[in-house]
């Protein structure tokens, strides 16, 4: 069965360093999002994206964050400059429709 | 934007014991899905509900969409320890639109 994967599992970066989280969608998807999960509370929104380019974006998505669709598979975030807020589980997501199937998450550790 | 609340956060059962889980929303709603998140996991779609009173089932999984279209029920008959986890409620607005998830009910199992 298809499935989206991410990489790495895990990352720990140091606070204001650049991150790069990575998310394979499954191939036929058109839709593709990223969400956040803080330890212990509810999956958040970030961003959609689609026909290459954003869709919607939530206000934690400020411009410390970015998107990419680099070669066609890959669905990349960016944090510029981390903060330890920012400290969390991110799962990338992709929908062809209405359901939407989410990776393992990255889980993100800044120090 | 848009909240959606859960009660009960957390229950505690008894193996073979039932298991409900509601979520309230202070709007109508077009649409309501549910995922489930295993301890360490991430979000599995269960179920979409679109009809005003629709009730759906899966195995000993219940689910229920108001008449008002504003709140929805999880309902576990006889639960199992498989059935550990989160369970989230979550809105969406259209067709791969971001989804917004509510507070979650964890559901523990014990023996």
């Known amino acids: 069965e298809p499935e989206v994967t991410q990489t790495p599992s895990h990352q720990v970066t140091q606070m204001g360093q650049e991150v790069i989280l990575r998310c394979v969608p499954i191939?036929?998807?058109?839709?593709f999002y990223w969400y956040r999960q803080i330890l212990g509370q509810k999956v958040e929104f970030l961003v959609s994206?689609?026909?290459?380019?954003?869709?919607?974006k939530s206000e934690i998505f400020d411009d410390q964050f970015s998107v990419e669709r680099p070669d066609g598979s890959n669905f990349t975030l960016k944090i510029r400059s981390t903060k330890l807020e920012d400290s969390a589980m991110y799962f990338c997501?992709?929908?062809?429709?209405?359901?939407?199937?989410f990776g393992p998450g990255t889980r993100l550790t800044v120090l | 934007g848009q909240q959606v609340m859960q009660i009960p956060q957390y229950q505690h059962v008894q193996e073979g014991e039932d298991f409900t889980t509601y979520c309230n929303s202070s709007t109508t709603l077009s649409n309501i899905q549910w995922y489930k998140q295993r301890p360490g996991g991430h979000p599995v779609f269960l179920i979409q509900l679109v009809k005003s009173g629709e009730v759906k089932k899966q195995k000993r999984l219940t689910f229920q969409f108001g008449e008002a279209k504003k709140n929805s029920s999880l309902h576990i008959t006889a639960t199992q320890t498989t059935d550990v986890g989160t369970y989230f409620c979550?809105?969406?607005?259209?067709?791969?639109?971001?989804?917004?998830f509510g507070t979650g009910t964890r559901l523990q199992v014990t023996l």
């Open positions: 994206f689609y026909n290459n380019e954003i869709s919607e």
């Open positions: 191939s036929n998807h058109l839709y």
């Open positions: 997501a992709s929908s062809g429709h209405n359901e939407q199937f």
């Open positions: 979550a809105l969406n607005t259209g067709t791969a639109s971001k989804l917004t």
